[in-house]
């Protein structure tokens, strides 16, 4: 049964980190228009409360630990629709593109004021967008080189493959796909496939 409350909000905080944890759960439910704020560290325990609340907004750390916020919010998304996903990061950016692919209605960088986290997640919650944090529409531009190595890799190609098939080092493969995991704000080779197929980068 559904736990939202009429005329105000109910907002789920998925963050990993203690101090913004506690943070903004503290700032959010000190608000008045905000009627519970529940708290989860991880995937699969946001996936239960977001069954059990439905909350109108979920703010979502874009990088919890080995998981991926996008694809939380995919996930969110899946068990309860109604759910709007607000991203947000203390360390990178993702595009307005690849976010609205993922499902989430907005980005906040974590280095905004209070007033305008809150500002963004009310707005949110009434239906309405914001990527004013968000990265450009499109990366920091990959070399020609890194789009090669970028679409050997969305084959499953090893970096010794890679090398092998485009002569070069396994060190300079090595350099070349650190600095597109960069660009592209990713940490392994499945998500650099999945943000590059979100971006049409592949």
Known sequence: MSTREVG?????LVDDHEVVHWGLRSLLSNQSWVARCVSARNGEEAIELAKRYSPHV?????FLGTESGAELCERLREVEPRTRVLLL??????SATAAKAAGASGFVPKDWPAADVCRAVLAVAAGRTVFDGAAPATPAGLSPREREIL???ATGATNPEIAKTLHLSPHTVKEHTSSLYRKLEVRNRAEAVRAADRLGLT
């Open 8 to 12: 105000r909000t109910v907002v789920l």
């Open 89 to 94: 990061s203390g360390a990178g950016r993702i």
């Open 151 to 153: 679409e050997l890799i």
């Open 58 to 62: 979920a703010l979502v750390d874009l």
